[in-house]
């Protein structure tokens, strides 16, 4: 049986996570909306602990360990962000960390999670991969599994974000978040529902890696395609938790190309003055992408994180 948070499990993990992590800043730019057509604001979440949303879930996710399990330790598998941030959330705690890493995973992040004192274990950069080490990790110190996003706390937590956008501006017409695994998406679907329900929501993914989109047109998890998007936070698939969510509560997902994700980086880099990762914006894509969908609308975007990789900085001249 799926385990789904409900609206009073978000402010459960509100209340519990609150004094750890931080009330992060809604930004706006008049440059942005005369752009987009639109009035944005901005959830920026780049300014979290450890430079993303992830702290909010692995910090709910960690509170909520018993005795014996913090006495083991926590694993997981991740790129980056999740990984930096169940390391950082572990170790305020006390509790071990043990973090199955692709060996593709940007240089920022792995630095980041050793940063944090986590034990690394570096794989092949897929999901099998992942799964086969983790459990390795698991057989050997018997950690408890934090998946990035297939955990009930992990998406009460993930809802903070958009309860403390939407009691800051209330009454938005869209609220977007991007997709990867579907924590972020599910939390803050779950978190509008309840506080603007007459609010669209949609996701925001990279047409090269769209298998969330595939998924809520057709009403069944579809696999995802070999990824190549430069949004390397979304290079993850939906599970059945999440997906539940996305298909009861989701509007839609619009998908962009990686010039618009680049264009949409470069603007946020330069009219906000913001640090942001392609993941992050992605959904500034989307509203560019259908200026006709959002035309004069409110609109709420929850920036995802600002955790670039200065090395392979996506939009070159273009600044």
């Not at 499990?9 to 004094?19: H, K, N, V």
């Not at 946020?268 to 992605?282: C, F, G, L, N, Q």
């Not at 500034?284 to 900085?313: P, T």
Request: with cysteine.
């Amino acid at each position: 049986m799926l385990f789904i948070p409900k609206f009073e499990d978000i402010e459960a993990a509100m209340r519990l996570i609150g004094p750890h992590v931080h009330r992060t800043p809604v930004l706006t730019s008049k440059q942005l909306d005369a752009i987009s057509g639109a009035r944005l604001f901005f959830k920026c979440e780049n300014f979290q602990k450890v430079g993303a949303f992830k702290f909010r879930g692995a910090t709910n996710a960690v509170l909520n360990l018993t005795e014996a399990q913090r006495a083991a330790g926590v694993v997981t598998h991740s790129s980056g962000n999740h990984a930096a941030a169940l390391a950082h959330a572990a170790v305020m705690r006390g509790v071990k960390a043990y973090i199955v890493m692709p060996s593709s995973a940007p240089e920022v992040k792995k630095r980041a999670v050793e940063g944090y004192g986590a034990e690394i274990t570096f794989c092949e950069p897929t999901l099998a991969a992942r799964e086969a080490a983790a459990a390795g990790v698991i057989d050997r110190t018997g950690a408890t599994m934090i998946h990035p996003y297939d955990n009930f706390y992990i998406i009460a937590g993930q809802g903070t974000a958009a309860m403390e956008l939407l009691e800051e501006v209330p009454g938005p017409d869209a609220v977007l978040a991007p997709v990867g695994g579907g924590g972020l998406l599910s939390g803050s679907a779950i978190t509008t529902r309840h506080m603007a329900p007459a609010a669209k929501i949609y996701g925001a993914e990279p047409l090269l890696a769209d298998d969330a989109a595939r998924s809520l047109r057709t009403g069944t998890i579809q696999p995802a395609l070999p990824p190549r998007t430069i949004a390397d936070g979304l290079l993850t698939s939906l599970c059945e938790r999440t997906f539940s969510v996305i298909r009861n509560n989701v509007d839609d997902i619009l998908t962009v190309t990686e010039e618009q994700i680049a264009e949409a980086m470069a603007l946020m880099w330069t009219r906000m003055k913001i640090v942001v990762e392609p993941s992050s914006a992605v959904p500034l894509a989307a509203v560019l992408a259908n200026r006709e969908l959002f035309s004069g609308k409110k609109v709420e975007i929850i920036v995802s994180g600002g955790n670039a990789d200065l090395q392979k900085l996506p939009f070159g001249q273009k600044v």
